[in-house]
């Protein structure tokens, strides 16, 4: 038998249902694999190695005692460390939260740890999840297990990596402006920001509140959507939760798409998008016409301008969501000798140069006298965007394109340059300004070995039809590969 | 200030005695021990979240209500950003372009005078935490160390901004006094200023009477009651007038009144004023208030005060009297149910606004406390009013009664207080002191009758003072001049 470390989560919860294994047997693998590729990669900030033991031989005993969690009972994870989690260190990437020990968990947090699922650890991430890359963790990269020198994505990276790699089954990222698609596709793994409102955001250290969704990292179609129907449904703590019903997910994954109209978005397929990474996603749009699908070319002519409405919104939220960072109750604190001084000090010292320097664009963004011209017209931009989204969906059930217009880049290559960085986002940034769902799923790898993803995107509250073609598009790129890092390929759902 | 005019607006602050904070569950209790009524919402953990508190956004669209203000449909939260220790985010969640409540008015009386005074706007915010700050001033600029408690932060807060349409310390007191009185009467905050639960800012200009334009105004803060308000504002009108009238300039800026030296001074300059950067809530969805639900607020409202005092004074209640028994609330409550099982009126308002207020003084106690129910003082009038008891024993046994020795009845039987209107009783009496005193017998009967007085008093003082003078008088004429 393959290393437990590869097995996707629906095949080790058979396995654990049949009593083949146990969630421990599993866990000690993971853990293994995380003691061979951590060094290489830096996936994790914080990994509890007895704590998700403890955690394991309890999800064995509940179950030998008849409790049923559900897929992820047993099943190790890890979550993105801007996700609070009572009594383990939450830093969000960042030195102003360094030693921060919150007093309460996220709510995702809390449902996966009421399903009897592993908690491994916390995964790294740019700080406070700004960045497409990883390399603004103020605790050092997270590389990509395809190629240690190339990024893995971000600002997820790390919860990314460890999936790809086998230090974790699956794992919980966060999705501003694409932090949890992008890495996904750098990874080649299967990432999904859900409909805005879907799953709580309670507990997640906000970069963008109105932008910010929690999503599932697997490594297929159906553990993703297992993940994300395990936290997904109203939270009363979260004032923007939705409170209707969690749509059908699971339950579409075999339906196919025959006769579905799926729309490939214009202005994401030329200019801009490397050519490889476009050729491999013409190719699959044709295998999904062949399998029964009616592809058509839509514009969304907004979508050129959203990159730059998302760097005005996004910073001006975040402007003031990163104002309690102060030294005053919690965190770093650089000692003044008043309290302005010492605030100051603290907030110059405690954040990195991307945080600080979009702090500083969203202030300015806000200030009286420029609000009408950055942040005000960028909220009229996004009023577009959702527009077009919505003329969009009156003719076609999905849309499709690139999730990044590159594959892994290399680390350094674009950290002196913010705005090439900022490129890196603009296949994502779209949804998250109309508040839609979409995920990106593995199609292929590049000539150099590098995974791409294509990127499927769903009216909102509509994450079955995302998942239909997810699901498709997985059979039908039939893609095994797995980086060199984890000793052994993973075997088919 | 002769040929000056003040032009005056007052923000007020209204803390709502909710259950529960504005944004989480955390209890609302005025005196915890510090930092006890938290959570990870109130204290701006990193990732918490905001939930709106329904029953404070009831009681906001109440306290508009009585305002008659517009309430509006689709309200919004937005942030203001600044920096200070006690506020945990370090912006406040609040209210900016679409407040709960727009446009209302309150009606004062100053002296009989009546003035509307304009709301502009009724809106909703999170209260801060309390700093204490170890200097001798209190203030931050010279501590030593500052000490944080977040029991207040996130407190429900109604931000009431009037119109600048005050004139004169007196209104601007009158007016603080009725808008604590409407707000109680609602139930919504005990709005006390000793308590903090009330917080009046002034904005003060003074201009040429006749002048049209506002002259540069300043706000003036930390008024810790309704006199302080008054003195206060007098002492900034006066300086404001005498700064321009020794040819300097009034400069916009905030103001800290000193209760002490009875004096204010600057606390920030406009200059120094920040930019709030005010921007929509994400983490908070528009309030949708739709007509029924407005319908209901307008229906559900009590008897406001200014209507209640017009009430009971219509009913021949004399004015200072309603206004102690409103002001009170439970008097007002007590007349109601007294009046409505038939006592008359004015008597149980003489009562209630002055036996009953000093007896309560006296005893350091409050009404809930005393034994006096509505029928008592229906008994005490009907007694009154057949006769049955002088107003001065009335007094009596009211404050008997209020001290729980019985009803009415009862005590002026116990204590022997009734008075004798039987006249066939009395008769008897005033025969034997006219035959006692022939020489004053015969004054009435050549025409002078002024020592009536006299023989009244004499047969008081044969029945022990229970007999019902007005009686006595009667049969002395009658009987004086049948003999």
């Known amino acids: 038998m393959s290393d437990l470390a590869d097995l996707a989560v629906r095949e080790a919860a058979s396995l654990m249902r049949r009593g083949d294994v146990s969630s421990l047997e599993i866990t000690n693998a993971v853990i293994d694999r995380a003691g061979v590729t951590e060094s290489h990669l830096h996936a994790y900030l914080t990994f509890n190695q007895d704590a998700a033991r403890a955690a394991a031989g309890e999800a064995d005993a509940a179950r030998a005692a008849g409790r049923n969690g559900g897929l992820f009972h047993g099943i190790p994870i890890a979550l993105k460390d801007n996700l609070t989690t ?100 750098l990874c080649g793994i299967v990432g999904v920001k859900p409909t805005y409102g879907l799953v709580s955001r309670y507990g997640l250290i906000a970069f963008a509140s109105s932008l910010d969704q929690i999503g599932p990292f697997a490594r297929t179609v159906g553990d993703a959507a297992g993940l994300l129907e395990a936290i997904a449904g109203h939270d009363i703590h979260d004032a923007t939760s939705y409170r209707g019903d969690v749509p059908p997910i699971s339950t579409a994954l075999q339906t196919g798409v025959a006769g579905m109209k799926i729309g490939v ?8 998008i490397d050519h490889e990474v476009a050729a ?16 058509t070319e839509v514009s969304l002519p907004a979508s050129e301008t959203a990159l730059s409405a998302y760097y005005l919104i996004a910073p001006a939220e ?67 965007v959702r527009r077009d989204f919505e003329a969009a969906y009156e003719d076609v059930d999905v849309l499709v394109s690139p999730t990044s217009p590159t594959t892994a880049f290399p680390i350094g290559e674009r950290i002196a340059d913010p705005l090439s960085m900022y490129y890196a986002d603009v296949c994502t940034i779209a949804s998250n300004l109309a508040g839609d769902p979409s995920g990106s799923v593995p199609i292929s790898l590049d000539s150099a070995g590098l995974p791409i993803g294509l990127q499927i995107m769903a009216p909102a509250l509509h994450e079955e039809q995302l998942f239909r073609v997810a699901a498709e598009v997985e059979r039908l790129a039939e893609f095994r590969q797995r980086p060199e890092l984890a000793t052994s390929e993973v075997r088919p759902a | 200030m002769r040929g000056w005019e003040a032009v005056i607006g007052i923000e007020t602050h209204v803390e709502l005695q909710t259950e529960s904070k504005m944004f989480c569950g955390c209890p609302v209790r005025f005196g915890a021990e510090p930092n006890t009524t938290v959570c990870p919402v109130c204290l701006g953990l990193p990732g918490a979240l905001p939930v709106p508190n329904e029953e404070a956004i009831e009681r906001i669209l109440r306290i508009g209500a009585a305002f008659e203000c517009t309430l509006v449909e689709g ?56 700093s204490i700050h170890g200097s001798e001033s209190g203030r931050i600029h010279d501590a030593k160390f500052s000490l944080l408690d977040f029991n207040r932060a996130g407190v429900p807060l109604v931000e009431i901004v009037s119109e600048p349409d005050i004139r004169t310390p007196e209104q601007a007191r009158a007016y603080a006094a009725e808008l604590q009185r409407v707000v109680r009467s609602l139930g919504v905050s005990d709005a006390r200023l000793e308590e903090g639960s009330v917080r009046f800012d002034a ?120 206004a102690v028994m409103v002001e009170a ?155």
């Open chain 1, 86 to 185: 009572r009594g383990t260190e939450t830093t969000a990437g960042s030195k102003i939260l360094s030693g921060y020990v919150p007093p309460y968990s996220a709510t995702v947090v809390n449902r996966l740890r009421d399903r009897y699922a592993v908690i491994l650890g916390k995964t790294n991430l740019d700080e406070f999840a700004m960045g497409s890359s990883t390399e603004n963790s103020a605790y050092g990269p997270t590389r990509n297990p395809w190629d240690t020198e190339r990024v893995p994505g971000g600002s997820s990276g790390g919860s990314a990596a460890a999936v790809a790699v086998g230090s974790a089954l699956a794992a919980l990222g966060s999705d501003t402006g694409g932090s949890i698609r992008q890495p996904a596709s």
């Open chain 1, 265 to 272: 978005v214009k202005e994401l397929s030329g200019d801009g």
């Open chain 1, 280 to 295: 491999a996603c013409r190719a699959m749009y044709s295998k999904l016409e062949t399998a029964g699908a009616r592809v």
């Open chain 1, 318 to 384: 975040a402007s003031a969501n990163l104002a309690r960072f102060d030294g005053v109750r919690y965190g770093l604190r650089v000692d003044g000798d008043t309290t302005e001084e010492m605030m100051a000090r603290t907030r110059a010292e405690g954040f990195g140069p991307e945080v600080a320097r979009r702090i500083l664009l969203g202030t300015y963004a806000l200030s009286a006298g420029y609000y009408d011209a950055f942040y005000g017209q960028a909220q009229k931009v996004r009023t577009l």
């Open chain 2, 75 to 130: 309200s919004l939260f937005h942030r203001k950003n600044y920096f200070y220790p006690d506020l945990p985010k370090n912006y406040q969640i609040t209210q900016y372009d679409l407040p709960f409540c727009i446009d209302g008015h309150l009606d004062i009386d100053v002296d009989g005078d009546e003035l509307r005074v304009g709301i502009t706007r009724v809106h909703m915010e999170e209260d801060t935490g309390k």
């Open chain 2, 203 to 322: 904005n003060i200009s003074v201009r040429r009477v006749g002048a049209d334009e506002f002259g540069t105004r300043a706000e003036v803060k930390n008024m810790n009651s309704l006199r302080s308000l008054q003195r206060a504002i007098a002492y900034e009108i006066d300086r404001q007038i005498a700064l321009i009238e020794s040819g300097a300039a009034v400069v916009q800026d905030t103001r800290h009144w000193d209760e002490g030296s009875g004096k204010t001074t600057s606390m920030r300059s406009k200059e120094e004023s920040e930019d709030y950067r005010y921007f929509q809530e994400p983490d908070l969805v528009p309030l949708h208030v739709d007509q029924p639900w407005r319908d209901r607020v307008f229906a559900s409202l009590p008897e406001l005060p200014a209507i209640r005092r017009h009430r009971i004074t219509a009913a021949g209640v004399d004015r200072q009297a309603a």
């Open chain 2, 329 to 483: 609330g439970d008097l007002a409550d007590l007349y109601d149910e007294a009046v409505s099982l038939g006592a008359e009126p004015r008597t149980v308002g003489n009562w209630l606004s002055g036996d009953v207020v000093a007896y309560l003084r006296r005893n350091e106690t409050s009404l809930a406390d005393t034994h006096l129910r509505p029928d008592h003082l229906y008994e005490l009038a009907t007694m009154v009013g057949e006769g049955a008891l002088s107003s001065t024993a009335a007094k009596d046994v009211l404050a008997r009664v209020l001290a729980g020795e019985g009803s009415p009845a009862a005590v002026a039987e116990q204590y022997d207080l009734l008075q004798i209107s039987d006249a066939g009783a009395l008769e008897a009496e005033v025969d034997a002191v006219l035959a006692g005193n022939p020489d004053v017998v015969a004054k009435l009967r050549a025409g002078d009758m002024k020592p009536v007085g006299f023989l009244v008093g004499q047969v008081m003082r044969a029945t022990g003072g229970k007999a019902d003078p007005r009686i006595v008088s009667d049969l002395i004429r009658t009987r004086a001049a049948a003999g």
